[in-house]
T-cell receptor, first 107, second 114 residues
Framework: KNEVEQSPQNLTAQEGEFITINCSYS?????LHWLQQHPGGGIVSLFM???GKKKHGRLIATINIQEKHSSLHITASHPRDSAVYIC?????????FGTGTSLTVIP | DAGVIQSPRHEVTEMGQEVTLRCKPI?????LFWYRQTMMRGLELLIY????????DSGMPEDRFSAKMPNASFSTLKIQPSEPRDSAVYFC????????????FGQGTRLTVV
């Protein structure tokens, strides 16, 4: 069993749609990270959360510690949002990664 | 700051050769991470350092892999001898602290072992 599960694995959306990517984890965590990897391969850290909600532009990340669940929302999606989104959690001295959600936004 | 700097960007080497990957973290960051990414296994943490000290190396696949951080501004990941299954993209990242701060990634080193 993976410590971090993401859904969906693949997602195709029309430009402008509201998108939600989910992450569930089974370990106690210090923090949860959302990462974005573009087709060129570079990785960018989007959010680091330990509670509540964070917003950056069109991106919103929420976490529910009791339910061990986090969501990444993208409002008014755009083709440049096409990327792989990876959920990662830090637990004690270890890190665990989801397998990623591949998002394609069609113009 | 220029961000996390990795070198080389691409490396092609023959099986059995020693490979050294290099990373310069962001100045002032106390934690440094080495990751490997493959199609089959996704992103994996190999090892991370806090204040130049290795904290968790449980992700290092085997004795052929070693990592050092001789000072706060430099780290190496060495594979000796290299094997074709080591072909992957290796990322280095740094952050202010290990657990509760945002990590910044380098551009990665694409390693191909033939």
């Amino acid at each position: 069993k993976n410590e971090v599960e993401q859904s969906p694995q693949n997602l195709t959306a029309q430009e402008g749609e509201f998108i939600t990517i989910n992450c569930s984890y089974s370990v106690g965590i210090s923090a949860l990270h959302w990462l974005q990897q573009h087709p060129g391969g570079g990785i960018v850290s989007l959010f680091m959360l330990s509670s509540g909600k964070k917003k950056h532009g069109r991106l919103i990340a929420t976490i529910n510690i009791q339910e061990k669940h986090s969501s990444l929302h993208i409002t008014a999606s755009h083709p440049r949002d096409s990327a792989v989104y990876i959920c990662a959690v830090g637990s004690r001295n270890q890190f665990y990664f989801g397998t990623g959600t591949s998002l394609t936004v069609i113009p | 700051d220029a961000g996390v700097i990795q070198s080389p960007r691409h490396e092609v080497t023959e099986m059995g050769q020693e490979v050294t990957l290099r990373c310069k973290p962001i100045s002032g960051h106390n934690s440094l991470f080495w990751y490997r990414q493959t199609m089959m296994r996704g992103l994996e943490l190999l090892i991370y350092f806090n204040n130049n000290v290795p904290i968790d190396d449980s992700g290092m696949p085997e004795d052929r892999f070693s990592a050092k951080m001789p000072n706060a501004s430099f780290s190496t990941l060495k594979i000796q001898p290299s094997e074709p299954r080591d072909s992957a993209v290796y990322f280095c990242a740094s952050s202010l602290t290990a657990m509760n701060t945002e990590a910044f990634f380098g551009q990665g080193t694409r390693l191909t072992v033939v």
